[in-house]
């Protein structure tokens, strides 16, 4: 699993700093619904909240959060043609507004991936919101097909694990063969162990459930914070129902008009640019760009040794620098990790960044966040490419990156053969929100992961409802970069309802 593929590096970055510090130690459009239920389904089913217990390993595992945080299941139409039929469990998580005398409602959060547990995220990150926390109460999710909402389970621990010596950027007809035959072989174990859910965890499906939890929240807008991936649900969840948007913020924006192949050559393009400004800032000892791509090129016949009994191959010295470029604060990490590399001939802490990205915790055990990641992906797009347009697409990636490029390139193998069709070319034509409320869209100068371009073309398929801001700075995302003029303006309009001035920049 290579990292610069279509939206699977669309994590939250506040998510994996946090795992990185302890390891490290034609688009389709959908029906507009402008009113709750009018398509049948039940709506503002009862929340039985109770403590919450430790995050399963499906979510991510952890410790439980402790004392202010509830946990609870609401039931949402597997299918929503068929409103009265199947019903599957989202896994809900909750902290209370501590200024109960002002509330406003609920936020509800959604952190990325897509395959990020919300439930395992929010609380990690609790500190960051708490100012949000005095006036609302902070609510979170695992999606359809993620976590303990009907998780999309595929290939075993040990399948994965052999999953990783499979080179992911193939060069003979070999190892594209293998290749392929390992793409053909998750998604045979997707479609056997998923059963009926793999058709039903597409994201305008997830943002119906959206709507379902608004209901059940009691609240008659829903207010939402959705980051990566999590502004692409959000602005199609405002395009469903533009009348029940309250103030929403997306930050580190998708970008709405590119296909998968676009998308992952924007986003090789996107980390080649963070790690060049790394090593700017790196300093005395640091490779050189060239001695990156040396590294990697070894790598590929000669992987290297680590210090936990893994070796460190090339798809996983990549995943690793992608990983941590997510967040300026762990690009110590990354220095650390290539002197080790080049200095000392060991990939340990290169393959503990790797196993993060990946889901994968010191005993080996995944969480469901690869299995969903591809799940949902290849649920809303409908390409599905083919060895040879890879191929021919391989030159331009190249140039784009000589890091990422190829692994971007190879990942787009991974819907070839899926169980169950796409659901739109793009998703632009399913973001436009007439009618709906302010929508707050934060682009950030220096993301990898969603380039900052994204930003502006959702703003434009949004529509006169999109109020575009940008944040001059480093990582994946602006609000918990520790900028104090970004969070100020996020805080004022949350809080207080202060919509700011389209084109306002901090940084």
Known sequence: MSPPRPRA???ASAALALVLTAGCGSGTGGARDDD??????????????????????????????????ECGSLPVPLDYAQPAGKTIGLALIRARATDAEHRIGSLVFNFGGPGGSGVATLPSFAKSYADLRKRYDLVS?????????????????????????????????AEIAAAVDLNRRFAQACGKNAGPVLAHVDTLDAARDMDRLRAALGDDRLRYFGISYGTELGAVYAHLFPKNVGRAVLDAVVDPRQDPAQGSLSQAKGFQLALDDFLKDCGDGCPTRDGITSLVERLDAKPLPTGIGRPLSQDQAVNGIAAALYSK??????????????????????LLLSDSLAGRDPEGHYSNLQAANRAVSCADAEQRYSPDEIKALLPEFRSASPVFGESAAWALLQCTGWPVKGKW???????PAKGAAPLLVVGNTGDPATPYEGAHRMAQALGASAVEVTYKGEGHGAYNSGNACMKALVDGYLLEGRVPVRGATCG
């Open 141 to 173: 999710f695992d999606p359809r097909g993620v976590g303990e909402s009907a998780g999309v389970r595929c290939l075993t621990d040990k399948e994965l694990d052999a999953a990783d010596r499979v080179d992911a950027t193939p060069d003979d007809d």
């Open 9 to 11: 590096l669309a994590l």
């Open 425 to 431: 070319k793009t998703p632009e034509s399913s973001v």
């Open 36 to 69: 709750s239920g009018k398509d049948g389904s039940p709506v503002g089913s009862r929340i039985d909240w109770k403590p919450c217990a430790a995050p399963t390993v499906a979510q991510g595992g952890g410790k439980a959060p402790g004392a202010g945080w």
């Open 329 to 350: 604060d762990t690009w110590k990490y990354l220095a650390a990790g290539l002197r080790e590399a080049t200095t000392k001939n060991k990939g340990t802490i290169l």
